[in-house]
């Protein structure tokens, strides 16, 4: 099968999406012919036009207001946030519009839109254009928020998203617009709530989002050496999260650690964690670890940085302490 980068595998979803549907159009700040901040819509102002990918000005709050309305009337449109830090620019439109809309209707409309948009950090941009904020927006009923790791699930998932009557906030990670994988060339959806098994294993399960599924499963190499075969689970969407999954997992390794890039209180990691706890307590033979970064900013200074992203080695001593009942 061929390989295609994150960036190929979601410019081909929006590609084909806007071939199947004329009612999907893109809208963000220097999408058109810049082709966006990293690439993701290079060349589609070309086949597409004007109409259909547009420029807009610098204005989260007009861009999410825009998708909203035109979404509501019918169309699909596929807002680009230029980084996840700058949706705080638009919550109202965000959390207090296109996620309750279908409800204040009776359910009489809906508001089919996507907004994409990268988190996470790594690349040295500091504290406005670095953070991981997806637990915002799984904490607000009305959203879905899916978080895709590989190219793969990338394509699948965006053309889901597109396809789906509810707002759907797109989770991509700045780390993985270069990664590589296999796509197949055919068309494929990839369900909105499901989740997927990465790597199987035995000993203990690593739940892991995004950037840190990567490291996950480095980690999950480096401790085979030594005998501990760990089975690394991608919820891939995060609302709805797939819990089946989880659980299933835990219930065979009976132990279990969370990885996610975002801050410790109240994050991803405390939710899948409260699922494990609620739901597989009876299995577990230790407490659940948590690893996400510490409630701080992201610093700017590199090695600052690189020390408040969850690292491989943590993983692997979380696990190593895990398995030897040291935790």
């Known amino acids: 099968?061929?390989?295609?980068?994150?960036?190929?595998?979601?410019?081909?979803?929006?590609?084909?999406?806007?071939?199947?549907?004329?009612?999907?159009?893109?809208l963000g700040e220097d999408i058109g012919p810049y082709g966006g901040a990293f690439t993701v819509t290079k060349g589609l102002?070309?086949?597409?036009?004007?109409?259909?990918?547009?420029?807009?000005?610098?204005?989260?709050?007009?861009?999410?207001?825009?998708a909203v309305g035109a979404a509501i009337t019918g169309m699909r449109p596929v807002a680009e946030i230029m980084f996840g830090d700058l949706t705080a620019l638009a919550m109202d439109q965000i959390c207090n519009q296109a996620a309750k809309i279908h409800y204040m209707f009776g359910g009489q409309t809906s508001c089919?839109?996507?907004?994409?948009?990268p988190f996470g950090g790594g690349v040295n941009i500091a504290e406005h254009h670095s953070q991981s904020l997806e637990a915002w927006f799984v904490h607000v009923p009305g959203l879905k928020v899916v978080a895709p790791s590989t190219p793969y699930d990338a394509k699948g998932l965006l053309k889901s998203s597109i396809r789906d009557e509810n707002p759907v906030v797109f989770c991509?990670?700045?780390?993985?617009?270069?990664?590589?994988?296999?796509?197949?060339?055919?068309?494929?959806?990839?369900?909105?709530g499901s989740g997927d098994v990465k790597r199987v294993g035995e000993d203990v399960t690593v739940v892991a989002t995004m950037w840190m599924v990567h490291k996950a499963l480095k980690a999950a190499d480096m401790l085979a050496e030594e005998g501990i075969k760990v089975e690394v689970v991608d919820p891939r969407t995060l609302n709805p999260l797939d819990k089946k999954a989880i659980v299933e997992s835990v219930m065979k390794t009976?132990?279990?650690?969370?990885?996610s890039e975002d801050v410790k209180t109240c994050g991803i990691t405390a939710e899948i964690s409260a699922v494990i706890v609620e739901e597989a307590f009876d299995y577990l033979d230790a407490p659940v670890v948590r690893i996400a970064n510490p409630d701080a900013p992201i610093p700017f200074s590199p090695p600052l940085e690189n020390y408040v992203i969850p690292s491989e080695e943590r993983?692997?001593?979380?696990?190593?302490?895990?398995?030897?009942?040291?935790?």
């Open 254 to 259: 009976n132990r279990a650690v969370v990885v």
């Open 172 to 192: 991509e990670h700045k780390q993985l617009y270069r990664v590589k994988g296999p796509v197949p060339e055919e068309e494929y959806l990839v369900p909105i």
């Open 112 to 117: 089919p839109m996507v907004l994409r948009t």
């Open 45 to 66: 102002i070309e086949e597409f036009g004007p109409e259909r990918v547009r420029d807009t000005p610098i204005s989260e709050s007009a861009i999410v207001g825009a």
């Open 315 to 327: 993983i692997v001593n979380a696990v190593r302490k895990i398995v030897k009942g040291e935790v």
């Open 1 to 26: 099968m061929r390989e295609i980068t994150y960036v190929e595998a979601l410019r081909e979803a929006l590609r084909e999406e806007m071939r199947r549907d004329g009612r999907v159009f893109l």
